[in-house]
């Protein structure tokens, strides 16, 4: 891919571990291959609680994503330029 497009193909491939913030409930019964709409996962315990109120009844589960591989290239001019970066998440 020619970094013109604004994207740098290793920035998507590197095995790196993110860490996020879910909902306790989302986590033991709604991650599931019969859930269509997706699950929300969140940088940030403040970023939970704001989005999601439940979590006060719920309880937070911290969890560890890790990019396997890619399924689909992304095609940058169609949907806009990415500025991908590492980010650390806040407790």
Known sequence: M????????????????????MCATDYNCELNPDVIDGIPVFSTIKALKKKRKCVEECG???VKIVLDSVVQEPN????????????EPED
């Open 76 to 87: 940058f001019p169609k949907v806009g330029k990415c500025e991908a970066k590492e980010w």
């Open 2 to 21: 020619s970094k013109d497009r604004g994207f740098r193909r290793w920035n998507l491939v590197k095995k790196i571990v993110k860490v996020g913030y």
């Open 60 to 62: 937070i589960v911290k």
